[in-house]
């Protein structure tokens, strides 16, 4: 099933695209960084190295089989094109990451672009905040590295 989907997406099928494609599918967490995917493949004792992660998944997000996010304070994570729109609340003290779609949000902005004499093509929102699950490492980031 992922041979398919990799031939739909006009990428030859290597045993990394399939593996990788395969951990992506299978993520209760649909937001995996390269690290996250490349520590699944060594306790499934794949031999892929970090560096091919990185280029596969470059490659599946140039194919349109994955988006790429750059949350602020977090590493690049990578989550499968499921089709259909989402919005992301991210906590920036562990990287958690929610889903959500709000229709009230979506038509206030479908709205606002409107009256602005726009016709939305895209959006992404993002909200930041400190997550209450208290399985959160509060001290994994630090304060100190501004940019
Ligand atoms: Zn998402
Ligand atoms: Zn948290």
Avoid: W
């Amino acid at each position: 099933m992922e041979t398919q989907e990799l031939k739909k997406a006009g990428l030859k099928v290597t045993l990394p695209r399939v593996k990788i494609l395969e951990i992506l599918e299978r993520a209760e967490d649909h937001h995996l960084s390269a690290e996250m995917i490349y520590r699944q493949l060594l306790e499934a004792g794949e031999e892929i190295g970090l560096a091919t992660v990185y280029r596969v998944l470059t490659q599946f997000e140039g194919a349109g089989l994955v988006n790429r996010h750059h949350f602020e304070g977090n590493q690049a994570v990578f989550e499968l094109e499921r089709g259909g729109h989402h919005d992301h609340i991210v906590c920036v003290k562990c990287g958690r990451v929610e889903e959500f779609v709000d229709p009230v949000i979506e038509e206030r902005q479908r709205a606002i672009a409107e009256e602005r004499g726009f016709r939305i093509k895209d959006h992404a929102l993002i909200i930041y905040g400190e997550c209450k699950d208290e399985a959160c490492p509060y001290d994994t980031h630090t304060d100190e590295d501004d940019d």
